[in-house]
């Protein structure tokens, strides 16, 4: 008997780095009549001194390729375990699920060419070692979504935006997806769109800032400013909101993308000293994040994207959806565009990307490519990631 549909798992750690996600979702089906149900979906911290561990390396400081190795096998343990509690708290055996698409945490982006000992070189690291997924759970497992499409002229990301289109796509309404994790990045949905007009990138930050900001003045008693606490408390500084607004990201023409290696410790230098600049408290300055943060999508919206497209609601998902200030923000900037979070439309925010990626590995493993080279800037359609098997049974 052929089954109809599949279980599979998706899992991931973005920027913030605060942990992996982990999402159970049935699939069956084909695009464009692919469906896929969220099951269930739970979170698992990392340790503290791995997390430290990851954001060092992520802002690129130095490693040797040995504890680079051993940091890999490493996250893939943390994974395997993230996958077999999650199985557990759905109460499925991991016998049931017949696949897992994992992204892995990224310690490096290079999305667009730069010079590399004399040659033009892109590349991507996403770690947490998919054949030790694969063989502590007894499933196959795909990661390294973002190789191929870098090989294919790509930038390698954004890769979500293929299933906004197939999740969010409208017959009537024109949408934008958010999703504010460490960076924020959006996926333009024309009404009735087709693949090629949908159009993706960053945006700039999102919970980067405030999260680095919160832990350097609280000497990491707080890791993010739960439900804008802090920021509340903080005076608005126009001035130095406008400082902030001639950040030269904003400006750059799409397809871009961006992370820690821009707006990590080098960006949190020049946040000081303009806040110095604006004689800022510890709260004023968190609090002018937290509106950069959302001013910075309405900026991209205004700049790039509503004056050719008619743009009816911004579906928000990520960890900053639970950030009222930025939601507050981007509905009072953005008149006649409806601000709902995913969950109104069923996806959680916080399962949301973890749901993504059970998605994709379920179109690679049918061997169906999944990138938007309208998004990627990818030469053209490619099948995405790589499998690690389980061993045999
Ligand atoms: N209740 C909340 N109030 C404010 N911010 C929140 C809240 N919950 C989560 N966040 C923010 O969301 C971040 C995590 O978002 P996430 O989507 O996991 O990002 P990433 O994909 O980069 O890991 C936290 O670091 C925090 O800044
Ligand atoms: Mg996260």
Known sequence: MTRKHMLVLGMMSGT????????????????????????GHTSVKFPVALRK????????HPITAGALSQLNFCLGELFANAALVACRKFRVSPRRISLIGSHGQTIFHQGEPANFLGRPTASTLQIGEPATIAARTGITTIGDFR???IALGGQGAPLVPYVDYLLYRHKKFGRVSLNLGGIANITVLPRAAEPQQVLAFDTGP??????ALVSHFTHGRLRFDKNASLASRGRILPALLDDLLRDAYLRIA??????REYYGHVYLKKLFIVGRRYRAKPNDLIRAATIFTALSVVDALNRFVTPKTKIHQLIVSGGGAHNPLILAQLSAALPGIEVLPSSRLGIP???KEAFAFALLAYETFHQRPSNLPSATGARGPVILGKISYAPPR
């Open 16 to 39: 913030s780095a605060d942990g992996i996600d982990v999402a159970l979702a049935r699939i069956s089906g084909a695009p464009p009549n692919l469906n896929a149900k969220l099951l």
């Open 53 to 60: 561990e990851i954001l060092r390396v992520a802002e690129q």
């Open 147 to 149: 190789p191929a499409d």
């Open 206 to 211: 999102a919970n980067m800032l405030v999260d």
């Open 254 to 259: 799409p397809p871009k993308s961006t992370g």
């Open 349 to 351: 925010e916080d399962a």
